[in-house]
T-cell receptor
Framework: DAGITQSPRHKVTETGTPVTLRCHQTENHRYMYWYRQDPGHGLRLIHYSYGVKDTDKGEVSDGYSVSRSKTEDFLLTLESATSSQTSVYFC??????????????FGQGTRLTVV | QKEVEQNSGPLSVPEGAIASLNCTYSDRGSQSFFWYRQYSGKSPELIMFIYSNGDKEDGRFTAQLNKASQYVSLLIRDSQPSDSATYLCAVITGTASKLTFGTGTRLQVTL
């Protein structure tokens, strides 16, 4: 699992409340990603990070923000949760060691339900 | 146009046959290409990655890359019922290593 831990693993929250999901890695990899996975849509990139305090938006970033204040932690925040954000959220890391030496591994996922 | 496209399937093949899964990508600057397998309710797991044009073999799996056609494929030989899963194609693009996935192809291996 490349030392990736997501927390919480399951969460139920109410519409309008803020929610923060945490991704923690133990191997100091530079690149980290947040995805959501919904039936029929596959894995869609929300935000990604290429270093401490270096982040960029993915294809479905509206309603989400991220922070990376240290290498090992990448936080995803839903500022005001909506039912459309009910999904399974995956964190991933990329073991980038050069263009020809990269692998990417996933955390266990967080199942978020917004009621 | 989606950055990475796959046929959603399901692709049904009999046990012992070759399963062929295909993926196209839109960014010619894409550098690295990956195939993941995902069982229902589980995290995606990496099967293979490929960087250079041509074929790369690992056991029953062969990845094929054609950069001119912007096409990546995965062949699974001697398909087994345990291969039944969703297969995700992924591509890394850009200097910031943006990792983008297709929607996945569901494979069913029948007895």
């Amino acid at each position: 699992d490349a030392g990736i831990t997501q927390s919480p693993r399951h969460k139920v929250t109410e519409t309008g409340t803020p929610v923060t999901l945490r991704c923690h890695q133990t191997e100091n990899h530079r690149y980290m990603y947040w995805y959501r996975q919904d039936p029929g849509h596959g894995l869609r990139l929300i935000h990604y990070s290429y270093g401490v305090k270096d982040t960029d938006k993915g294809e479905v970033s509206d309603g989400y923000s991220v922070s990376r204040s240290k290498t090992e932690d990448f936080l995803l925040t839903l500022e005001s949760a909506t039912s459309s954000q009910t999904s399974v959220y995956f964190c991933a890391i990329s073991t980038y060691r050069g263009r020809l030496d990269t692998e990417a591994f996933f955390g266990q996922g967080t199942r978020l339900t917004v009621v | 146009q989606k950055e990475v496209e796959q046929n959603s399937g399901p692709l049904s093949v009999p046990e012992g046959a070759i399963a062929s899964l295909n993926c196209t990508y839109s960014d010619r600057g894409s550098q690295s290409f990956f195939w993941y397998r995902q069982y229902s309710g589980k995290s995606p797991e990496l099967i293979m990655f490929i960087y250079s044009n041509g074929d790369k073999e690992d056991g029953r799996f062969t990845a094929q890359l054609n950069k001119a056609s912007q096409y990546v494929s995965l062949l699974i030989r001697d398909s087994q019922p345990s291969d039944s899963a969703t297969y995700l194609c992924a591509v890394i693009t850009g200097t910031a290593s943006k990792l983008t996935f297709g929607t996945g192809t569901r494979l069913q291996v029948t007895l």
